[in-house]
């Protein structure tokens, strides 16, 4: 049995992206595996702080905007995703290039789920990880 209950493509997830906080900041999804997600993040001007590093709220962004892509695609029909919880800890600054964040379940439930996301460097050094917890609501 299919990880994904929803057929898409990358192009897809990406053009969804567009006129909202995901495209604004950069994010672009990168790879679907059979059961994980990869997008990546610029370090630019708007994703770091005044001192040139990444910004934590962006690395909470990315990890959000993964994380709930991820559940939505892990639902049917007219199911929506909304995020109940999300906590990070940043454990390395970024400071140029690109992020990239990798998005696995830890839960995939009919009702909830609670996502990992790593955020490593261009070193492929971990920068951040963070847990998300969504919740699948019928529309």
């Known amino acids: 049995m299919a990880f994904w209950k929803r057929d898409t493509t990358l192009e897809a997830l990406n053009h969804y992206s567009q006129g909202c906080m ?3 900041v950069g994010i672009e999804f990168t790879h679907l ?9 610029p370090v630019d ?11 934590g709220g962006a690395s909470v962004v990315l990890a959000e ?5 991820a559940g939505y695609l892990c639902t049917r029909g007219e199911q929506q995703v ?6 990070a ?9 690109n992020v990239k964040g990798v998005c696995r379940a830890l839960h995939a ?9 790593e955020i490593f460097d261009e070193q492929e050094k971990l920068c951040c990880i ?3 917890t969504t919740m699948v609501i019928d529309i």
């Not at 595996?33 to 993040?41: F, H, I, S, V």
């Not at 909304?82 to 906590?87: L, Y």
């Not at 800890?89 to 290039?97: D, F, I, Q, V």
């Open 33 to 41: 595996g059979d059961d994980y997600l990869e997008a990546t993040m």
């Open 22 to 24: 995901v495209g604004h």
């Open 130 to 132: 963070s847990r998300l």
């Open 65 to 69: 905007s993964m994380g709930s892509m």
């Open 82 to 87: 909304v995020g109940v919880e999300i906590n």
């Open 89 to 97: 800890n940043h454990l390395r600054a970024a400071t140029k290039g």
């Open 109 to 117: 439930g009919r009702r909830n789920q609670v996502w990992q996301i």
């Open 45 to 55: 001007s708007r994703t770091t702080q005044p001192f040139g590093l990444l910004h």
